[in-house]
């Protein structure tokens, strides 16, 4: 019921005991963040092309 109703969808994860990282894309924008963790610790960041722009992937509406 509530697959459909998520913003966010990953669409690339790797990981191995106690690290990781996950590559989302935001359903409205497009825009792609990567999350990473290592033990506790973790973070998110925008991904970027080359020149600075962030990475948009092509979303269905």
């Not at 990953?10 to 990282?21: F, N, W």
């Not at 825009?31 to 970027?48: E, I, R």
């Amino acid at each position: 019921m509530f697959e459909n109703n998520k913003r966010f969808e990953v669409i690339h994860k790797e990981s191995s005991i106690g690290e990781g990282c996950k590559i989302f894309v935001d359903k409205e924008t497009g825009v792609n963040y990567l999350f990473t963790w290592a033990g506790y610790a973790g973070g998110l960041t925008l991904l970027v092309d080359n020149e600075g722009k962030p990475i948009v992937t092509l979303v269905e509406r």
